[in-house]
């Protein structure tokens, strides 16, 4: 199953991971696809945050893995902890295996950044997401562009495998009538 969420700020993706946390159990796996700076921490953070897990959450640069434990004391006592992978300079499976994400997959939620061809083997139930800038948002040619200015975003969310089964997924994003162009979902 394909869902889609239309976001116009860094904070809309955020929620969408918020309220996608609300999903998920001990044992899940997320990859996040999509370009350098397409959002894929940014919808992390608000993942953790959903999930109560400790704050923090960053772009792994030098650090492949971040593991943030949940909070006893947050919102969401007794719940999974959160495995953040970057995957991006991981060429090989034998440099995947060595990470050995099997140990904490059982006890987390394990979020992979870069994970497309890379760690589908690690699960057969998993949610493939894809962060996609908008098309034809360099138009009008703003130069005083930068990074982080909000923008629209497309989060493309694939089910993969029984786990997903029947898990409706249309109530993550803000709600439709403030956000243009919202998809009818599930969109296949
Ligand atoms: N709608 C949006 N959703 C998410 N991020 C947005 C949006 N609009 C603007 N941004 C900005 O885009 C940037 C996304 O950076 P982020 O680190 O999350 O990307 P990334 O996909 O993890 O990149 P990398 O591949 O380098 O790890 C942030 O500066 C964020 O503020
Ligand atoms: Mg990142």
């Not at 497309?116 to 948002?137: K, P, Q, S, T």
Request: glycine residues 12%; aromatic residues 4%; proline residues 5%.
């Amino acid at each position: 199953m394909i869902w889609e969420y239309r976001t116009t700020t860094a904070a809309q993706t955020q929620r969408i991971g918020a309220r996608l946390a609300a999903f998920l159990r001990a044992g899940d796996l997320l990859l996040l696809n999509g370009e350098l700076g397409a959002g894929k921490t940014t919808f992390t953070q608000g993942l953790g945050h959903g999930l109560g897990v400790r704050a923090g959450i960053i772009s792994p640069t030098f650090v492949l893995v971040r593991i943030h434990p949940n909070l006893p004391d947050g919102h969401n006592p007794g719940g999974p902890d959160l495995v953040h992978v970057d995957a991006y300079r991981l060429a090989t499976a034998g440099e995947i295996d060595d990470i050995d994400l099997e140990t904490t997959m059982d006890g987390s939620v394990t979020v992979v950044e870069w994970g497309a061809e890379r760690v589908e083997h690690l699960a057969d139930n998993r949610l493939e997401i894809d962060l996609l800038r908008a098309v034809g948002r360099s138009e009008g040619g703003a130069a005083d562009f930068t990074e982080d200015d909000d923008e629209p975003r497309l989060v493309r969310l694939r089910t993969v495998g029984p786990r997903w089964d029947g898990v409706d997924l249309s109530g993550l994003q803000d709600d439709p009538a403030d956000v243009a162009g919202t998809p009818r979902n599930p969109v296949a």
